[in-house]
T-cell receptor, first 113, second 111 residues
């Protein structure tokens, strides 16, 4: 039981390159989330998927797209990376419904030069 | 918009002392209040949570208190140990299911 698995763990990109961050969970959770973490700003929600087949914007969606491939997998894509997207990205999952705990992966550390 | 303020940003205590971290929130519809611990190089891990129909919850050395009238909640860690050193985040959620996080508190427990 691995929980939430994110790949890759580290990545360096040049400005303008594209990249997809992968996330998979084995807890049979309906809801999945993508956050970014920047120093002094906590975690900010980029996109979320309340259930398979649905996705919605969070607080900071600009410059990102997501795909809920199936119940297990939720990917985050940067179409044209910018230095402002240098951050640590976390994927999380949780049960359907409100007020449910979210379980996090160990993050992808992304640097854009 | 929804906002969560967390204080202090850094906290240093001696081993065995207590540590208290406080959060205030703006959305009166908030009804779920989790606390996460993040160790270096890892993702946040849920350590305790409380729902709005409860004023206090305790799990061994960790407790959370909630004051819905004043819109603030606190994490209390007693008998701190060096392994408690980490970054702690509070968060809130209303019926949207989305979490709003505080800015984090770096706790250092000195042996």
């Amino acid at each position: 039981n691995a929980g939430v698995t994110q790949t890759p763990k580290f990545q360096v990109l040049k400005t303008g390159q594209s990249m997809t961050l992968q996330c998979a969970q084995d807890m049979n959770h309906n809801s999945m989330y993508w956050y970014r973490q920047d120093p002094g700003m906590g975690l900010r929600l980029i996109y979320y998927s309340a259930s398979e087949g649905t996705t919605d914007k969070g607080e900071v969606p600009n410059g990102y797209n997501v795909s809920r491939l199936n119940k297990r997998e939720f990917s985050l894509r940067l179409e044209s990376a910018a230095p402002s997207q240098t951050s640590v990205y976390f994927c999380a999952s949780g049960r359907r419904g409100n007020n449910q705990p979210q379980h996090f992966g160990d993050g992808t550390r992304l640097s854009i030069l | 918009g929804e906002n969560v303020e967390q204080h202090p940003s850094t906290l240093s205590v001696q081993e065995g002392d207590s540590a208290v971290i406080k959060c205030t929130y703006s959305d009166s519809a908030s009804n779920y209040f989790p606390w996460y611990k993040q160790e270096l190089g890892k993702g946040p891990q849920l350590i305790i949570d409380i729902r709005s129909n409860v004023g206090e919850k305790k799990d061994q050395r960790i407790a959370v208190t909630l004051n819905k009238t004043a819109k603030h909640f606190s994490l209390h860690i007693t008998e701190t140990q060096p392994e408690d050193s980490a970054v702690y985040f509070c968060a809130t959620s209303s019926n949207t299911g989305k979490l709003i996080f505080g800015q984090g508190t770096t706790l250092q427990v000195k042996p």
